[in-house]
């Protein structure tokens, strides 16, 4: 169980301002709201349910945060490298690669 309160309260507020802003990247976002739900005293496993996440990465985002800080966490330095996404991406973008509309069936969720 992680110790609830973690959060110093400057850090609290940024990641408030970072789950209340429009443009914010979907990812950050949900990585803010997962900590700050822990800080508030949820568990881990109840994170990962009301956020469809598997419980482990609640907590790797938690161990990144005490190691490195929020800024480390907000970076979204993810690449996708799954190849039915290759192929979805291909599909979707034009000849020079520059994306066109997405037409029915291009997506990669279905």
Same mark, same amino acid.
Request: aromatic share 10%; no cysteine.
């Given at each position: 169980?992680?110790?609830p309160n973690f959060l110093t309260t400057a850090d609290r507020l940024e990641l408030l301002s970072c789950v209340k802003r429009q443009?914010?990247?979907?990812?950050v976002a949900r990585r803010a709201n997962a900590l700050l739900l822990l800080n508030d005293g949820m568990s881990c496993a109840q994170i990962?349910?009301?956020?469809?996440?598997?419980? $482990?990465?609640?907590r790797s985002w938690h161990k990144?945060?005490?190691a490195e800080d929020w800024e /480390?966490?907000?970076? $979204?330095?993810?690449?996708?490298?799954?190849?039915?996404f290759s192929f979805w991406l291909h599909? /979707?973008?034009g000849p020079s690669g520059v994306r066109v509309s997405?037409?029915?069936?291009?997506s990669p969720c279905g």
């Open positions: 169980m992680i110790r443009r914010e990247d979907h990812g990962a349910k009301v956020l469809f996440l598997d419980d $482990d990465t609640v990144q945060y005490l /480390a966490v907000a970076y $979204d330095g993810w690449k996708i490298q799954h190849p039915l599909q /979707a973008s997405q037409t029915k069936g291009a």
